[in-house]
């Protein structure tokens, strides 16, 4: 066996493995029980559409609306989180990262444990795993979903966009600020925090060797993923073009407007807000299909509503939080770390 294949497995994922595998094989007598576990396990996030998988395996987002200056709530998967806080601490000088390869063995495990009920990969324990296992999880998460962060539907919006002239820059701003609005909204948080995190990422680019259109190269067939793009260079190139200037323009996209989109979760007293800064975020884990009812047909008018979700597993109150806060400060190579609207912290003590 090569030594590179070699896995070290940490107290906390053996534990976690085993967790599974007894709920898994364990006979049980409540039918309804296993049929509900069954439908957990046969799910996961990996391949299901985000609307769905983030009804049972999500992180909340605490954050102060730019509009109205009031606190409100949103959701990213649990996965994303994890990995972009990992690859925020580890990843910034790491070269080639979202280019090399990690190793397929660590990365099919980690695999496991974010698609395992009922943590779905809260506990993870990054110990034995590399920046490149992670980065090439993140980017696994989204190649699988069935449908892109930018919807089929308005792929071609986009693209038709970016070759408009503009009176200026801030207008065409505004036109993809409006196309993000039609995407349901849980397509627009995850799709804000993954700009934000290629945008921090290509400040780093003298060490990483990824600069923001290597970045945008490497995220665009996950972003965009156009199924007429395989046969159509032309169309491919578009799409990099696009995700290439929604990561230069990040900061300008608003988050969702609460106001028409998640009335229950800006009343939800789950979590907390920080209120030191302009706009703040904090993860907690929650897996409350009542808060979530908005989110799983948010959008604008344009865009129909899908069925719920029926997987709702409970989570332990006694988990950590694990906070993320924004930061506004100009951004110069120095402070770089510190300017992502969503910077990981240290847990609470």
């Known amino acids: 066996m090569n030594s590179n294949d070699n896995i070290t497995l940490s107290a906390n994922q053996k534990r976690l493995i085993k967790a599974w595998w007894k709920k898994a094989t364990t006979n049980s007598n409540n039918t309804t029980s296993q049929r509900r576990f069954s439908a957990m396990v046969e799910k996961g996030v990996f391949g299901i559409p985000l609307v769905d998988s983030i009804c049972y395996a999500h992180s909340r987002i605490s954050f102060v609306d730019q509009r109205t200056g009031k606190?409100?709530?949103g959701v990213i998967p649990i996965v994303i989180a994890k990995c972009g806080s990992f690859l925020k601490q580890e990843a910034l000088y790491e070269e080639g990262i979202f280019r090399i390869s990690g190793n397929v063995k660590r990365i099919s495990i980690?695999?496991?444990?974010?698609d395992t009920p009922e943590g779905y990969g809260l506990d993870i324990d990054w110990t034995g795993y590399t920046p490149h296992d992670a980065a090439n999880l993140l980017s696994r998460y989204l190649n699988y979903l069935p449908e892109p962060l930018i919807t089929?539907?308005?792929?071609?919006s986009f693209k038709n966009i970016i070759d408009v002239e503009f009176p200026s820059i801030e207008v065409k701003i505004h036109a993809f600020q409006k196309l993000i609005e039609k995407l349901p909204v849980v397509?627009?948080?995850?799709?804000?925090y993954i700009l934000d995190l290629l945008y921090l990422f290509s400040l780093y680019s003298d060490?990483?060797?990824?600069?923001?259109?290597?970045?945008?190269?490497?995220?665009?067939?996950a972003i965009l993923s156009d199924p007429n793009d395989?046969?159509?260079?032309?169309?491919?190139?578009?799409?990099?073009?696009?995700?290439?200037?929604?990561?230069q323009y990040q900061e300008h996209f608003m988050m969702p407007d609460y106001r028409h989109y998640e009335p229950s979760l800006i009343d939800s007293p789950t979590t907390p807000l920080i209120q030191d800064r302009r706009l703040s975020f904090n993860y907690s884990p929650s897996q409350s299909v009542t808060n979530l009812m908005s989110l799983r047909s948010a959008s604008s008018p344009n865009v129909s509503s899908l069925k719920r979700s029926k997987t709702a597993p409970s989570r332990r109150d006694k988990e950590e939080q694990m906070m993320?806060?924004?930061?506004?400060?100009?951004v110069t190579i120095n402070n770089a770390k510190n300017i992502s609207r969503w910077k990981s912290i240290k847990k609470k003590e």
């Open 71 to 73: 606190d409100c709530n």
């Open 110 to 114: 980690l695999q496991s444990l974010f």
């Open 152 to 156: 089929l539907e308005y792929q071609n």
């Open 187 to 192: 397509h627009q948080y995850l799709l804000l």
């Open 207 to 221: 060490y990483t060797r990824m600069d923001i259109t290597s970045l945008s190269t490497a995220f665009a067939p």
């Open 230 to 247: 395989a046969m159509n260079p032309a169309g491919y190139k578009k799409s990099q073009s696009v995700l290439l200037f929604l990561i």
């Open 324 to 330: 993320i806060e924004a930061n506004q400060s100009k």
